[in-house]
T-cell receptor
């Protein structure tokens, strides 16, 4: 149980375009979802926390207008990278959890974004 | 903010041998959770083991065990009988207020 999926697994886009990444909890209702960014051979950095039906809470230094997060349902959160640039190329990972069990998060397989 | 420190960027171990990864953390809280995650080349994050701070007994999962020293704020991971499939990056993580803080990671290579 507690399976999280991400789509797409790999996306290539041109500089200046926007790209959307989906994160889905397949067998549970995720009241909270988290978005991380990971550069090669580095650690995971939390970008934002989203609660279903509420605005996302962004970590310090993360541009809200650049990384739009929506958590419209208990099974789906989306991350939209707007006006992407090559420096946005990275590996994006989502995780999900539910109330009273948020000490443990369940991770998606990640999405590799390449901006040309 | 909590900080998690992994001081070993890389470790190499012979198959069937034992390797220990170190992790220290800094917090003023008394109740929290600690984790070790494995990230193989596929980059899927896999939970290896979890420790609740209020439990004194060290967690064990098959070949994986931890040495949790709360006073010293230390949380090391021991991998026994290392297997080739254990080759991965290992992250120590601290959970408080439902947010995970990760260490820099330790790359473990198991040699045949």
């Amino acid at each position: 149980g507690a399976v999280v999926s991400q789509h797409p697994s790999w996306v290539i886009c041109k500089s200046g375009t926007s790209v959307k990444i989906e994160c889905r909890s397949l067998d549970f209702q995720a009241t909270t979802m988290f978005w991380y960014r990971q550069f090669p051979k580095q650690s995971l950095m939390l970008m934002a926390t989203s609660n279903e039906g509420s605005k996302a809470t962004y970590e310090q230094g993360v541009e809200k207008d650049k990384f739009l997060i929506n958590h419209a349902s208990l099974t789906l959160s989306t991350l939209t990278v707007t006006s992407a640039h090559p420096e946005d190329s990275s590996f994006y990972i989502c995780s999900a959890g539910w109330d009273y069990h948020l000490y443990e998060q369940f991770f998606g397989p990640g999405t590799r974004l390449t901006v040309l | 903010a909590q900080t998690v420190t992994q001081s070993q960027p890389e470790m190499s171990v012979q198959e069937a041998e034992t390797v220990t990864l170190s992790c220290t953390y800094d917090t003023s809280e008394s109740n929290y959770y600690l984790f070790w995650y494995k990230q193989p080349p596929s980059r899927q994050m896999i939970l290896v083991i979890r420790q609740e701070a209020y439990k004194q007994q060290n967690a064990t999962e098959n070949r994986f065990s931890v040495n949790f020293q709360k006073a010293a704020k230390s949380f090391s991971l021991k991998i026994s009988d290392s297997q080739l499939g254990d080759t991965a990056m290992y992250f120590c993580a601290f959970n408080s207020d439902y947010k995970l803080s990760f260490g820099a990671g330790t790359t473990v290579t198991v040699r045949a």
